[in-house]
């Protein structure tokens, strides 16, 4: 997104029109008076908005019947299905593309290995999967207003500029620009694990709260803050590192440079190692029968009682425990919520985090603070598509939208 500066009057039209479309998508069916009188909005202003978007077809009218049973008042929702975004998931080695409606509908997807060395054979390999997928969908595809992208490293989301990964260099990596030059769409770039938060907290598990905290376990370990019903970005734009919070002064070196951060004990390649080291020594589990093993195999055998497994995964949950209770201490939130496949052994790692919790951070702040898993893991692109529904709430791209 390079919109840059924009002047006031433009702002205040923006804040407006996304105050009337947001209250229309969250409480709709809503009728005018209603809009105008939640919104704070002179009706006249109110009127004009919802005249700009009933034009543009982002919302409709319905006639509702009036509670009283006298005559029918009009009411109005939006309507999503005629706009179509694509969301797009890239990993280390594979890209998942989805593509929805306004409102978070599938409507189309794919998922490929994709694997890439450099910054140049990420943007032709992108390139080329995203065209591939607009052929392949050439008939379903109706008017494309936006795309998203999220990815694991550090990004500007402002200017859509990728300034780090984990896998590969990069040197400020103008994606937004890069997809909008292509294809004439705004796109929106984010982390993958922020925009995971951001999903959770619009569709998900952390739906009811303002503030929570989401912990995903991946190949790496990652936080997205929210603050207020939004990411929590600090001026560095950045934040959530909770991977590098040391945990073990003495323990391995980490790829960030320094020793023993929460990501070199408390992530799934991190987890499969160390298990795998004990199987080799000969230690008896359930585990010992399998060819090779995994997170998930890991997660089911504790989930038997193997007693190795569950040991290794509680200590893991000790681990993310510790770090986590640091993270309350700061922010105080409503609701945890943990991502990744260590979920699936819930029982035995929820337990072993409360527990670390509950020790280790403020009571009034422990108290009644619910620790859940992720909703939307096995969805992975919507956290870039939550990027692209905040753009339609905050106005963003609403205001394009109503300026095409
Ligand atoms: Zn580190």
């Known amino acids: 997104m390079t919109g840059g500066q924009i002047g006031n009057v ?13 209250l229309i998508d969250l409480q709709g069916p809503i009728s005018r008076i209603q809009v105008a009188d939640v919104s704070h909005l002179a009706p006249a202003s109110v009127t004009k908005i919802t005249r700009q978007l009933l034009e543009r077809g982002l919302i409709k009218e319905v006639a509702q ?10 009411s109005l929702t939006t309507e999503s299905a005629a706009f179509h975004s694509i969301a797009i998931r890239l990993g280390r080695n594979y890209i998942e593309i989805t593509l929805y409606d306004l409102s978070g509908k599938h409507i189309a997807s794919a998922a490929h290995n994709f694997y890439y060395t450099t910054q140049q054979e990420l943007t032709d390999g992108l390139l080329s999967h995203i065209r591939r997928f607009i052929s392949g969908n050439q008939n379903v595809i109706k008017e494309l207003v936006a795309f998203g992208i999220t990815l694991p490293g550090l990004i500007d989301p402002e200017k859509g500029i990728v300034e780090y990964m984990p896998n590969i260099d990069v040197n400020n990596f103008p994606l937004a620009d890069t997809i909008k030059d292509n294809f004439g769409v ?25 503030d929570s905290i989401l912990v995903s376990m991946h190949h790496g370990t990652g936080a997205g803050i929210i603050v207020n019903g939004q990411i929590f970005l600090g001026f560095n734009r950045n934040v959530g590192e909770i991977g590098h919070i040391q945990i073990d002064p003495l323990g391995d070196k980490c790829q960030c440079g320094n ?11 991190a987890v499969v190692t160390h298990v795998q080291q004990l199987l080799d020594q000969g230690y008896p589990s359930s585990l010992q029968e399998l060819d090779g093993i995994t997170m998930l195999s890991i997660c ?4 038997n009682g193997d007693e190795l497994a569950s040991q290794a995964l509680i200590k893991v949950g000790n681990q993310l425990g510790k770090a986590l209770a640091m993270t309350i201490n700061l922010f105080n939130p409503q609701k945890i919520v943990i991502a990744g496949n260590i979920t699936q052994a819930k029982d035995v790692v929820f337990p072993a985090i409360r527990r670390c919790v509950e020790t280790q951070s403020l009571s009034t702040f422990h108290k009644d603070l619910p620790i ?8 992975p692109t919507i956290g870039a598509f939550s990027m692209i529904k905040r753009a339609m709430l905050n106005g963003v791209l609403l205001q394009r939208l109503l300026e095409d």
């Open 10 to 22: 433009d702002l205040v039209k923006q804040l407006n029109s996304a105050a009337v479309y947001r």
């Open 65 to 74: 019947q009036a509670s009283t049973g006298g005559r029918r008042a009009i």
């Open 300 to 303: 089911e055998a504790a989930n």
């Open 259 to 269: 020793f023993g951060c929460l990501e070199t004990v408390a992530a799934d390649p």
């Open 186 to 210: 705004i796109c929106f770039v984010g982390n993958d694990i922020r925009g995971l938060a951001l999903a959770e907290h619009y569709f998900g598990s952390s739906k009811d709260s303002k």
């Open 372 to 379: 859940v898993a992720s909703e939307l893991y096995n969805q």
